[in-house]
């Protein structure tokens, strides 16, 4: 059984800091590309940030420049940094990852997701 298990998440006023954390668990033999995904009530679930394996980094436009994601394969860990948090970033924040369990038997995994607020 694989599982992704996000931590992190919180209240934050308008220019505040927080760091999510996303650990994968279980048995598998690699991970692929990690990321986070955020869903505003009312509205769909969209990018915020992904990482590959060999770490190159893609982002939403929105956040450009506040957020850094970055991974440490070791732990099978992925993190993301939310710096200058603006209320519109407030969302329930999901990890994802595609993990493969043998050569050619990958999937699509989903943390819980954290709650993240940004007061104003």
């Known amino acids: 059984q694989v599982q992704l298990v996000e931590s992190g998440g919180g209240l934050v006023q308008d220019g505040g800091s927080l760091r999510l954390s996303c650990a994968a668990s279980g048995t598998f033999r690699s991970i692929n590309a990690m990321g986070w995904y955020r869903q505003a009530p009312g509205k769909q679930r969209e990018l915020v940030a992904a990482i590959t394996s060999d770490s190159s980094t893609n982002y939403a436009d929105s956040v450009k420049g506040r957020f850094t994601v970055s991974r440490d394969n070791a732990k099978n860990t992925v993190y993301l940094q939310m710096n200058s948090l603006k209320p519109e970033d407030t969302a329930v924040y999901y990890c994802?990852?595609?993990?493969?369990?043998?050569?050619?038997?990958?999937?699509?995994?989903w943390g819980q997701g954290t709650q993240v607020t940004v007061s104003s």
């Open positions: 994802n990852a595609d993990i493969c369990r043998g050569m050619f038997w990958c999937n699509d995994y």
